[in-house]
């Protein structure tokens, strides 16, 4: 009975060393780098490669700008559902999940001219 508690103990151990590992491995990427979240962001994520568990740090001026999680269609049109997750602390931080995740500005007109980035984390 006490050899069965200590096998199970070291597997959930060994779960939460990879947990762990696997969170030492996340990324802080900082959005437009050195201009932040703004206009002509789009082409940002151009040549870098992204994971689950890494984290996108959006620095805007929030009297000026949000940022709004979209589907695809928010994307492609510009316009956020009413649904979806809107950040506007202007140091706002995402943790990304695998797959797509979309960002825009919904500030009128702002999308439209680049503030939008699509971010594929593997």
């Not at 962001?41 to 940022?67: E, I, M, Q, R």
């Not at 316009?79 to 797509?100: C, I, M, R």
């Amino acid at each position: 009975m006490a050899q069965g508690r200590g096998f199970s103990a070291m597997i959930l151990f060994c779960c939460v060393l990879v947990l762990l590992s696997e969170m030492a491995d996340a990324t802080s990427f900082v959005v437009g780098d050195n201009n932040g979240w703004s206009f002509n962001t789009n082409n940002w994520p151009n040549g870098k490669k992204f994971k689950a568990g890494d984290v996108l740090v959006f620095n805007y001026d929030p009297s000026h700008h949000d940022v709004r999680v979209v589907d695809v269609n928010g994307y492609n049109s510009c316009n956020p559902s009413k649904a979806s997750k809107s950040f506007h602390s202007g140091h706002d931080q995402v943790t990304l999940a695998q797959g797509t995740t979309y960002f825009i500005c919904s500030f009128p007109g702002h999308c439209q001219q680049g503030m939008k980035i699509a971010i594929n984390a593997a």
